[in-house]
């Protein structure tokens, strides 16, 4: 049963490998978004620091949102995925490793440029690695969550916006407890609290989402 | 999955009588014959409220007269959550029965609960404005509410945009479930984040806080906009019944009698 798991890991990030410009253009995208902050609402060093760790977060989340569509698009555009529903692994395990695979060329990248852009801002150590931390937790919660959304809207018409549009409300608490975390360590307190509920938001749509996903799968070829 | 299918296959009337009206063509008269009673119910509960609220019910000592809306918007916040739930247990009903009706009534349901959240959050802005001095704060419970109209949109778009109604259903009862967690969180983020919202002020485990006569005028008017609430559900359902029915013998029929 694992190894059905290892290998459909395998094979996707073995796929993403192939087309590294799609990874790239999301980190980019990322570096982008983030720069876009300063430049709008002026360089002033207070307002920077008190709002880097939302910047961050907000750019992180868009960019693991729009890196969604290739999580079952390309699958379901050349036949795979209808191989993958009525092979005899169960789809449980395929939709797990999927999202996996996908944390790994999405959320991981994103989660090790972070500091760097955190840097940028000039956020204290202590609040650079907590802002790493809270993005290791909380970005696997975005691929999980992000995969249901991305399973309802397979083949649907417009379905980059309605995708955006069904996945960021569902992203609202991981966002406020992801940079709630950062902004506690820069104001000297404690994260703890803001990461521990992070790690229950991610036990949870550990168990929801796939299965969630599976059956919107399901629904798709029906 | 048998099971399903058998259920809604007796479904036409002469099987189990629980799923009697779990066919849209015996459902469909019987929702035509509820809206009046309720509708009528909705009135009486409506104006009984309003009365209460709007001259009965005591002046606030600290708010003065503009309290008075928060008699609309408490029924309206309620209402907005409980449709939630009530729509998403229709869809879960719709997905492990697979019956048709189900996602018909969630689908029904969705544009009044997103207009239950929209008025919530209009009218409370309109009473912050007096009270608090802003018409909107980036409060807890005021951005979870919105957070849910974002979620009924998200619903609705959904819905509309697959073309296949029964995929349609079925895509919107997973979106529904999946979003129905974020109710809990919205009713206990009150206890969550501590912030310049008040505090719930009336609950079920101690005597509500407030003077009975405001009290009896929130429930009225909340009742008035549950009865609402069935009567348009009921209204809008019968029209997806009809439309998506178009074809078949007893909506012709129908059609030819009137």
């Not at chain 2, 029209?239 to 012709?252: D, G, K, Y």
Request: net charge positive; hydrophobic share 60%; glycine share 8%.
């Amino acid at each position: 049963m694992f190894q059905g798991l290892r290998s459909i890991i395998a094979r996707d990030l073995r796929l993403s490998m192939r087309r590294r410009g799609d990874v790239l253009n999301h980190l980019v995208f990322f570096v982008i978004v983030v720069t876009l902050f300063p430049l709008g609402v002026g360089p002033e060093p207070n307002l920077m620091h008190t709002m880097a760790p939302g910047i961050v977060w907000v750019a992180a989340l868009l960019a693991a949102m729009l890196s969604l569509q290739r999580l079952f698009a390309s699958d379901h555009a050349d036949g795979t995925l209808e191989q993958m529903l009525i092979s005899a692994h169960p789809l449980g395990l395929i939709v797990i490793g999927k999202i996996i695979a996908h944390w790994f060329m999405s959320g991981l990248p994103l989660t090790l440029l972070a500091p760097v852009l955190g840097v940028q801002f000039d956020l204290p150590q202590q609040a650079l690695w907590v802002l790493a931390l809270s993005l290791l937790i909380g970005t696997p919660v975005l691929s999980l969550i992000g995969a249901v959304g991305a399973a309802l809207t397979l083949g649907v018409r417009g379905g980059g916006v309605l995708l955006a549009l069904l996945v960021l409300p569902l992203y609202v608490p991981v966002l406020i407890f992801g940079a709630g975390g950062v902004a506690a360590v820069s104001n000297g307190m404690g994260a703890g609290p803001h990461l521990s509920l992070l790690g229950a938001f991610l036990a949870l749509s550990c168990v929801v989402a796939p299965w969630a996903a599976c059956a919107a799968l399901r629904v798709a070829y029906d | 999955m048998t099971n399903a299918y058998t259920l809604a296959a007796h479904a036409d009337g002469r099987g189990n009588p629980m799923f009697r009206f779990a066919a849209p063509q015996a459902f469909f008269p019987l929702a035509g014959k509820m809206i009046p009673w309720f509708a009528m119910l909705a009135a009486v509960f409506a104006a009984a409220g309003l009365y209460v609220s709007f001259f009965v019910a005591p002046t606030d000592f600290q708010q003065g007269e503009s309290y008075r809306v928060i008699f609309i918007h408490v029924a309206a916040a309620w209402m907005s959550m409980f449709l939630y739930v009530v729509m998403a247990i229709w869809a879960a009903i719709g997905l492990v029965l697979n019956t048709r009706l189900s996602g018909m009534m969630a689908s029904a349901i969705a544009p009044t609960g997103a207009m239950f959240t929209f008025v919530a959050l209009w009218t409370g802005a309109l009473w912050g404005k007096p009270t608090w001095g802003t018409w909107w704060v980036w409060d807890a419970r005021l951005t979870s509410e919105l957070i849910l109209l974002f979620l009924y949109l998200g619903f609705i778009a959904l819905t509309t945009a697959i073309d296949d109604p029964r995929r349609a259903d079925r895509a919107g009862a997973v979106l529904a479930i999946v979003g129905v967690i974020n109710v809990p969180i919205i009713y206990f983020s009150v206890k969550w984040w501590n912030t310049l919202h008040q505090g719930a002020s009336v609950s079920l485990t101690k005597a509500p806080s407030m003077a009975a006569t405001m009290f009896a005028g929130m429930i009225l008017v909340a009742l008035a906009a549950w009865m609402y609430s069935i009567v348009t559900a009921l209204w809008r359902v019968r029209s997806i019944i009809l439309e998506r029915e178009r074809n078949a013998l007893w909506v012709r029929e129908r059609g030819g009698e009137a």
